[in-house]
Every structure is written in C-alpha cells, then in structure tokens.
C-alpha cells in the first residue's frame, strides 16, 4: 500500500468548509485512495474513495490532483459532529479489505 | 439493515489466558477483516476472511488466529495473552471480494490484559 502522509491535526469552524489534505506521492497506478474516520469511541466510517476522478458522495468531496501524488477531502459544511480523526489510505483493488491505517489528522470542529 | 456485531464489547483477562471475540457481519457481507487499535501503534490490520478462507495476514504473532464460518460470522482467538495485547478490536464487514467495497466496521470489543 502506499505511504500517506496527513497533517496531525486541524481546526475547522463550524458552517465553514473543512479541506483535509493527504500526500501520496507513491502511490501506484492500480491504488484507490480511499478516506475513513473515526469518532471517539466509535469504529472508523468510510466517507469515500477514489482512482483518479474527483468524486461526491452525501457525505464529502474528494479531489484527487492529476498526477495522483495527492489528495483532499472537503467537508463542505463542517458541523461539531464532523469532529474525528481522518485517515487518507492508498489500497490496491484487488489485495482484498486490507487496509494500512496512517496517523490520521485530528480534526477539531469549533463553534 | 443491522450493522456489525461485536461481542462482547468489554472483556477483562490476566496475562496467560485465552481469549475469543465474535463479530457478526452485516447480512450479504461475505468479507471479514480484523484490527487492533492501541494508542501506541494506531489501527493495525491483523486479518481477512473471505468466504471462510482466510486471504491476508498482519505483521502479528501465531498467538492471534481466527476463523470464519458459512453464515460469514468470525471469531478471532488470543492465546497466551501478554499485557500489550490490551487494545480496541475491532471488525469490519464488506460485501464484495475487493477492496473499493467500502468497509463497515463494528463498535469493538475493548479487551484490558491485566
């Protein structure tokens, strides 16, 4: 899997958009990029993944730069509920549900 | 839809006991995987089930093993438990046998090894 690397914590305002960066210069061909986050106490929720498009789902943007080397998710309204840890994780398609789970980035929500 | 099961959520051993922690997938999910979460190493895959066999494997010791039965329902066992293995476990289902199925996890089983 490819390495990622993620800031280890950001602040977002509440109502304001949150843009969560993840560098994964290494990443090869055949990896997704795929973002998950973890509420205390909770397991960690898929939020979404993609190959080389951008992709939209209910929950998030992800933005995936030409070359692939980097990412960013966007939250596109913050809300205290949004505060977790986000992990930016490069898998391949066709290794099964195996995923290398990095620091993540702490994001703090503020009202 | 129920969602994944953990059981039990909470389970306290001393060091040289066995322990075995059940996760039930969401019906239709064929894939099992198993984590440790510790505030040390972070979220670290242990293994995958697929159709009752197991398909990958962590960086972890003999001492962890597991197994999934028809129904896709999965155990994981702990022998000779050391006071490190203290740490959330969790279980994560998904539907497909490829990794752009999204994965859903469980709540976690939180075992203390004292």
């Known amino acids: 899997d490819a390495k990622t690397t993620q800031p280890t914590s950001m602040d977002c305002a509440e109502g304001r958009a949150a843009n969560l960066p993840c560098n994964h210069s290494?990443?090869?061909?055949?990896?997704?990029v795929y973002w998950y986050r973890q509420i205390h106490s909770q397991g960690p929720q898929y939020i979404i993944h993609?190959?080389?498009n951008n992709e939209t789902n209910e929950m998030a943007s992800l933005i995936i730069t030409e070359d692939r080397k980097s990412s960013t998710l966007i939250l596109p309204h913050a809300t205290l509920r949004d505060t977790a840890v986000y992990y930016c994780?490069?898998?391949?398609?066709?290794?099964?549900?195996?995923?290398?789970f990095g620091g993540g980035t702490r994001l703090m929500v503020k009202p | 839809k129920a969602g994944v099961t953990q059981t039990p959520r909470y389970l306290i051993k001393t060091r040289g006991q066995q322990v075995t922690l059940s996760c039930s997938p969401i019906?239709?999910?064929?894939?099992v995987s198993w984590y440790q979460q510790t505030p040390g190493q972070g979220l670290q895959f242990l293994f995958e089930?697929?159709?009752?066999?197991?398909?990958n494997k962590g960086n972890f010791p003999g001492r962890f093993s597991g197994r999934q039965f028809s129904n896709s329902r999965s155990e994981m066992n702990v022998s000779t438990l050391e006071l490190g293995d203290s740490a959330l476990y969790l279980c994560?289902?998904?539907?497909?046998?490829?990794?752009?199925?999204?994965?859903?996890f469980g709540p976690g089983t939180r075992l203390t090894v004292l």
């Open positions: 089930y697929f159709s009752e066999t197991q398909r």
């Open positions: 994560a289902s998904s539907q497909g046998q490829w990794s752009y199925n999204e994965q859903f």
């Open positions: 993609g190959l080389k």
């Open positions: 019906s239709g999910h064929r894939s």
């Open positions: 994780i490069g898998a391949l398609n066709n290794a099964g549900n195996m995923l290398t």
């Open positions: 290494t990443i090869s061909g055949n990896e997704y």
